[in-house]
């Protein structure tokens, strides 16, 4: 069942959000014609990224340095996460107004405690059309061989794990703490025999660091039914160091494959996706490539992001979000919420990795961390 009803015109109702979002968002109805909600780009909603935690038990150098991310580094207290039942009644909302993928992140999501009661809650969500949400998860894989049954078990189908090299030495300097790549494998391995289907790799590329990584990479999962997507390192946050040296054009890393095992493209699945798809031409499988900063695809980008406190993100590069936390817990209704979604929802104009050059110096001093609202 629909959290709100469809077909009709929600119904204006006085509001306790802080004022400038009232300002912002009050007076705007939601019409079954209208579904999905397109943003001032016309690009629908379909996508939500809840973050469920912004703890994480690695430091990887590209997303939460260990020099910045420390042991005083104050992560959000308990009680200012949303609660299972809370995240499960804004993701409601969201399927009631288009959205038909639910990726849970971090953070590192397999950190929050019994997660799979969460995912079961969510696995039972049919989007506007009838099916089933498309639910995954991306995870850096270290706790997935004690909870990858359990999570296939409440309803999750898909599976995806960071993983940035084969190597020992190379794997856990990216990671920042250590941790062994084999760990990781044994974790993919769970994923595989728990019946995940497909189960994804993803493998950011830093020049100079982990570069030497991408055909082990690609080597080790061809012909397993893993596919790998290569991310090029992002300028996200501000505490990763980013400069476009670092950065290992998708072009790039598809040269290196493709003179060992050529490859054939077969484009994107759907426009929305991140990654462009190669497959082998032996047959033996295919990767993918996502190419944020060389190729940049905003302007087919359906996400919003939930972080782990309750604050909508419109944009991976945003400064700030809107906060959907408060007026759950004082009490407002789904309408209410639908609305503040909505009116978000009609406003984004968001197209940070596009504009990137220009943009740079503007919000280099205000981005919030990937670590906060998920990849
Ligand atoms: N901890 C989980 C993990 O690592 O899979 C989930 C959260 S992590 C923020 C989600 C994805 O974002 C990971 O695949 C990670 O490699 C990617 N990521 C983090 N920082 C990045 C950056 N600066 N550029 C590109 N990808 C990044
Ligand atoms: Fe943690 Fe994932 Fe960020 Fe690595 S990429 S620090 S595993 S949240
Ligand atoms: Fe979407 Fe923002 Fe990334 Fe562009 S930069 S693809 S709008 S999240």
Not at 169 to 176: C, E, I, L, P
Not at 243 to 263: G, H, Q, W, Y
Not at 285 to 311: K, M
């Amino acid at each position: 069942m629909k959290a709100f009803a469809l077909g009709r015109v929600i119904p204006l109702v006085e509001v306790s959000v802080a004022d400038s979002a009232k300002q912002s968002f009050q007076g705007h109805d939601v019409t079954t014609s209208e579904l999905p909600l397109r943003d001032a780009c016309s690009r629908p909603l379909r996508d939500l990224r809840i973050s469920v935690t912004d703890r994480c038990n690695f430091r990887c150098i590209y997303c939460m340095p260990k020099e910045v991310f420390g042991k005083d580094y104050a992560f959000l207290p308990r009680h200012e996460l949303l609660s299972f039942e809370e995240i499960e009644r804004v993701a409601r909302v969201f399927v009631g107004l288009g959205v038909e993928k639910i990726r849970l992140t971090g953070g590192e999501p397999l950190l929050r405690k019994d997660l799979e009661h969460l995912v079961a809650r969510l696995a039972t969500l049919r989007t506007l059309r009838d099916a089933d949400v498309d639910l995954t998860l991306t995870t850096n894989g270290s706790l997935l061989s004690r909870e990858a049954q359990a999570l296939r078990n409440a309803g999750m189908k898909r599976i995806t794990v960071s993983l940035d090299a084969i190597d020992e030495t190379v794997f856990q300097r990216m990671n920042g703490v250590g941790f062994s790549a084999l760990v990781v494998q044994q974790g993919i391995d769970a994923a595989l025999r728990a019946g995940f289907a497909p189960v994804k790799v993803n493998m950011v590329v830093k020049r100079g660091v982990n570069d030497s990584q991408i055909l082990p990479i690609a080597t080790h999962f061809r012909g397993t039914g893993v596919e790998v997507r290569f991310i090029e390192f992002m300028d996200v946050g501000t505490s990763n160091g980013w400069n476009t040296e670092s950065v290992v054009p998708s072009s790039e890393i598809v040269r290196i494959i493709d003179a060992r095992f050529p490859l054939i493209p077969t484009g994107r699945h759907k426009p929305s996706d991140t990654s462009v798809r190669l497959r082998y031409a032996d047959g033996l499988g295919s990767i993918g490539v996502i190419s944020s900063v060389s190729q940049p695809f905003c302007g087919d980008c359906t996400r919003l992001r939930l972080s782990a406190d309750g604050q909508l993100f419109t944009c991976l590069f945003a400064s700030h979000g809107l906060d959907i936390r408060m007026p759950m817990r004082t009490g407002d209704s789904d309408d209410v919420l639908c609305r503040l979604v909505a009116g978000l929802w009609r406003q984004r104009a968001d197209r940070y990795s596009e504009q990137r050059g220009q943009m740079n110096a503007v919000c280099s001093s205000q981005k919030v961390e990937m670590s906060f609202i998920g990849g």
